[in-house]
Every structure is written in C-alpha cells, then in structure tokens.
C-alpha cells in the first residue's frame, strides 16, 4: 500500500511561484496514476491535474483554471510528484492534496477514482 505525504505549501504572494511534492512510500509508486486536487473553505474538493503511471504513458491533464500555470511531474526513481506552481492568483488558495490509484481511466480528474490520499499542505495567496 502507498502512503503520501504532501509538502511545500506556504504564505505567497500573487505571481510568486510554488513547488509543492508529494512524496509516496512503497514499491510500486511507478505504477499509480498520481493526481493534484484542492480544496478551498467552503467549497468542494476539484481536479487539478494528474499524471498517469509509467504503464499507461504518463499522461497528463490539468483542470482548464491552472492550464499554462501549473506543472505536474514525477520522479519514480524518488517516488515524488510535483506540482510547480507559476503566476499564482489568490483563487489559487486552497489546501491541495495529492492522491493516487491502480485504475485505468479514461479520465483522472474526479475523487472517486483514487483510493489513497495525502493530509493536504496548505497555499494561501495574498493578493
């Protein structure tokens, strides 16, 4: 069973950039399809972009409000992903979780899919 811990959150500025990781235990972290979501108080969980494992290609997808800003990548060989922050907007504020699953899909982006999740690190943008 993989475990995750999130890191990297913290108190920006508008425009400032971020890198938050997820770090995953166990050894078969290449073959989990790894997504971002965040949730922001009051609101509900959303997508916010995900890598496919090793098997399936290491797809990528992102939610069409962090496109052209936001970067998802893995590193299998430290069982890490990434989430590189740019141009940051204080919408982006939210706790931001990482999460992962076995299954194949047509499409990553919803909660249902993904059985285990991280503790959430916090982004707080200022404006």
């Known amino acids: 069973q993989v475990q995750l811990i999130e890191s990297g959150g913290a108190l920006v500025q508008a425009g400032d950039s971020l890198r938050l990781s997820c770090a995953a235990s166990g050894r078969t972290f290449s073959n989990y399809a790894m997504g971002w979501f965040r949730q922001a108080p009051g609101k509900e969980r959303e997508f916010v972009a995900a890598?496919?494992?090793?098997?399936?290609?290491?797809?990528?997808s992102y939610a069409d409000s962090v496109k052209g800003r936001f970067t998802i990548s893995r590193d299998n060989a430290k069982n890490t992903v990434y989430l590189q922050m740019n141009s940051l907007k204080p919408e982006d504020t939210a706790a931001y979780y990482c999460a992962g699953t076995e299954l194949v899909s047509t499409a990553y982006d919803y909660t249902d899919l993904y059985d285990i999740w991280g503790q959430g690190t916090q982004v707080t943008v200022s404006s």
């Open positions: 890598i496919t494992g090793s098997g399936t290609g290491n797809r990528i």
